[in-house]
């Protein structure tokens, strides 16, 4: 085992005593918040967001893991210009523990990319599946905050990490089909759950107006015409540096810790971070056997 899976597990052993790992006792244990990133329409920042807001939130002093489920195209580690040694694939085949398959990022984050792992838990046989949301049910011992970053779009897939997340944080940007896109994505969820919490983020605005006003049509409409009541979590104004950045492969808060989008990140973060309605949340656990619940497993 690598010095980083021995580290995590000695900070389990900590935090559990002497409690079998992985088996935490009902209601008594520390849970992570689960944060589902997603859009309705593609290209529209979410894995910029996820990246750049996991280190606003790091910066803050909660333990931060990121989940690659993009299965079009794993962004997040060419975002953070690395290559993981492991991905969901290998913890699912029972190769590799939860410990050995996280990935260092920057600034304490860790992440894990999904891979075709997703895919493939629909064919596991019960012993390596119950193995499977015990790993990742140890998440809650080892992070604050899950963030899921998703491909775009109103897949059964990504519908699924959408109502097996405590919250979801939609991105739209001001182009009229990235908002139809959304609000789309909006009335898919409302038809299963019209209490679901739903940030809504604006990215890619050219003022603070425009954003507003975007956001506020949008909480309007769902509200009117889905019951679904909408948060504004806020908005990011198009910046050139999210772009140069990219082109770097380095999260532009790092590249550029005081340009206007890593202001905009860190007001967000610090809202999120306010926001304590969470406290209700499932955690690791509850998410997984939601999740795999919806993939009929
Ligand atoms: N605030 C911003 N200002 C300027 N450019 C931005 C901003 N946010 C994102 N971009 C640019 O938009 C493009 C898409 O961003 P990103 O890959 O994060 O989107 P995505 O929603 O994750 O895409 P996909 O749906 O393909 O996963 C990138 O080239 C990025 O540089
Ligand atoms: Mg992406």
């Known amino acids: 085992m690598n010095d980083q899976a021995d580290m995590l597990r000695k900070i389990v052993n ?11 006792a009902a209601n008594s244990e520390k849970k992570a918040r689960v944060i589902t990133v997603t859009s309705g329409k593609g290209g529209v920042g979410k894995t910029n967001i996820t990246v750049n807001l996991a280190l606003a939130l790091s910066k803050m002093g909660l333990k931060v893991v990121i989940l690659d489920v993009d299965f079009g195209l794993a962004n997040i580690d060419v975002l953070f210009g690395l290559v993981p040694k492991y991905t969901m694939l290998d913890l699912i085949h029972d190769e590799k523990n939860i410990f050995e398959v996280l990935t260092d990022g920057p600034d304490n984050i860790k992440f894990l990319s999904g891979g075709s792992g997703v895919e493939e838990l629909i064919r596991l046989d019960r012993k390596k599946l119950r193995k499977f949301v015990s790993s990742i049910g140890l998440l809650d011992k080892l992070f604050d905050v899950i963030l899921i970053d998703t491909g775009a779009g109103l897949s059964q897939n990504v519908m699924s990490f959408i109502m097996a997340a405590d919250e979801v944080l939609l991105v739209t940007t001001p182009e ?9 994505l909006v009335k898919m969820v ?9 940030n809504i983020l604006v990215n890619k605005a050219d003022s603070v107006r425009e954003a507003n006003e ?9 509200e009117k015409f889905l019951s679904l009541k909408l948060l504004k979590l806020g908005y990011i104004l198009y910046d050139e540096n999210v772009t140069k950045s990219v082109k770097m492969q380095k999260p532009f808060s790092m590249v550029n810790p005081k340009c206007q989008a890593a202001k905009n990140i860190t007001e967000i973060a610090e809202k999120l971070f306010l926001d304590k309605t969470h406290e209700e949340t499932e955690g690791a656990r509850g998410f997984i056997s939601k ?7």
């Open 14 to 24: 900590m935090k559990t005593g002497n409690q079998e790992i992985g088996l935490p």
């Open 176 to 184: 009229p089909t990235a908002i139809t896109d959304a609000y789309a």
């Open 190 to 198: 409302s038809r299963r759950d019209k209490k679901k919490r739903i």
């Open 214 to 222: 975007i956001a506020s049509k949008i909480c309007v409409v769902s």
């Open 291 to 297: 999740l795999l619940s919806f993939f009929g497993v």
